[in-house]
């Protein structure tokens, strides 16, 4: 009766080894120092987002990519808040790649193409353009391993932009959670 009860423990604590370690290899991700520079010098809006119009905002986004997850909820925050005061949320999602935002993202509108893109460093990443097409930001969300409010780097743009300050940031560098986004490119 004893080596039965051993036997059961042992197959017990191994399953829940297995378990754990399978939990760590698929969904837990090293965090990379690594610094990355975003240079939007060629990013441009396609024609019929081009020129004057309201202030426009585009997510970079592959669907296999982890960071995504903690820039999703933020995103959808940024959107339930700004879009009703006018600013025009779109999304580019990596060529090749396919999948579905959450429902909370369901008001980005595709963009097919913005030429400049495939120079992309990174995502997730966010490009701005202000009222008068203009490139205002290109950059990650925030700094760090996760996203929110507190660090973000969006609202303090947008709010800038809504009252008519001009704003010159295509060119940030910054820590943080970011997958490669051209093909075959380490990060």
């Not at 969904?27 to 426009?56: E, H, K, M, V």
């Not at 700004?82 to 999948?99: E, I, M, R, Y």
Request: aromatic share 10%; proline share 9%.
């Amino acid at each position: 009766m004893k080596i039965r009860s051993l036997v059961i423990t042992l197959l017990c604590a191994a399953a829940l080894w297995w378990a754990y370690d399978s939990f760590q290899a698929r969904y837990l991700r090293p965090f990379d120092n690594q610094a990355t520079l975003f240079d939007g010098s060629q990013l441009r809006l396609p024609a019929d987002l081009a020129g004057p119009g309201p202030i426009r905002v585009v997510h970079f986004w592959d669907p296999a990519c982890p960071c995504n997850v903690g820039n999703q909820q933020h995103l959808g925050e940024l959107v339930a808040h700004f879009a009703p005061l006018g600013v025009s949320f779109h999304v580019l999602q990596k060529p090749g790649t396919h999948g579905q935002l959450p429902a909370n993202l369901g008001a980005l509108k595709p963009v097919d193409n913005l030429p400049g893109s495939e120079q992309l460093p990174a995502s997730p990443a966010v490009a701005i353009w202000d009222r008068d097409g203009k490139l205002a930001y290109f950059g990650p969300y925030s700094e760090g391993a996760v996203c929110n409010s507190g660090n973000s780097f969006i609202e303090p743009v947008l709010k800038a932009l809504m009252e008519g300050r001009p704003v010159l940031a295509s060119n940030t560098l910054a820590v943080g959670c970011y997958c490669p986004w051209q093909a075959g490119s380490q990060q």
